[in-house]
């Protein structure tokens, strides 16, 4: 069986987690205090971050390549379209969320209110807060400009690139930070990609010390 170490609430585990899910392959999760750079853990990814997957007697990081991997090695069901334009998009989104959400959004508002607390290193500061709280609605606005011309993130069927996203959104959703009434079409579509059975797992996930909101779990919320 597969191993994935990981972090309950990071986006980037969430997303090989969704991957992992919707192929069915079966994996064992692993919670990885990646901060505290154990021995072991260094030595399964010398850069000490998570996720972690072992695999076909394989360790592989880095969630974008892990996710690539799965998709060339599992291909079926498929999350990256046929066509070299389609997979170009799928990509870019894929990098817009794990890149410049994570920046903007991601790491100002989970990171501070989450992992500083987690990771003894402190209180949240409140310019990466409100700086954080300001960026989702841009985020937000943009998904809404992408659905309105698309039935799913990157075109007509979803794809990674509705994974990726997911993976931030239902992170930042455990803390309440998304406000889903800014956009009908956006909450419309997380509530279609939040009831698919690959994201069950991530939505049992608890966190000591904070408890999810009571929508979270709600399939209708």
Not at 102 to 118: A, D, F, I, P
Not at 164 to 187: C, E, G, M, Q, T
């Amino acid at each position: 069986m597969a191993k994935l170490y990981h972090v309950p609430l990071s986006p980037f585990c969430r997303k090989v987690r969704l991957s992992l899910a919707e192929k069915k392959i079966e994996c064992e999760l692993v919670e990885e205090r990646y901060w505290e750079q154990e021995p072991d853990f260094l030595r399964r990814n010398p850069a000490a971050k998570v996720p972690v997957l072992r695999i076909d007697g394989k360790t592989m990081a880095e969630s974008a390549a892990i996710c690539e991997w799965l998709e060339e090695k599992y291909p079926e069901p498929s999350l990256m379209p046929k066509s070299a334009d389609a997979r170009y998009e799928v990509r870019r989104l894929v990098a817009w969320f794990d890149d410049k959400f994570h920046h903007e959004v991601t790491s100002k508002l989970l990171y501070e209110r989450v992992n500083k607390k987690v990771q003894g290193q402190g209180f949240p500061d409140s310019k990466n807060v409100k700086a954080g709280a300001k960026a989702i609605k841009y985020h937000l606005d943009y998904m809404t400009w992408l659905l309105d011309h698309r039935r799913w993130l990157a075109g007509d069927v979803m794809t990674l690139a509705d994974f990726a996203a997911a993976a931030h959104l239902s992170s930042l959703d455990y803390i309440s930070d998304v406000d889903w009434n800014r956009s009908a079409v956006v909450k419309d579509w997380y509530a279609k990609i939040k009831s698919r059975p690959a994201f069950r797992r991530i939505l049992a996930d608890q966190v000591p010390g904070f408890p999810p909101p009571r929508h979270y779990n709600d399939l209708d919320f």
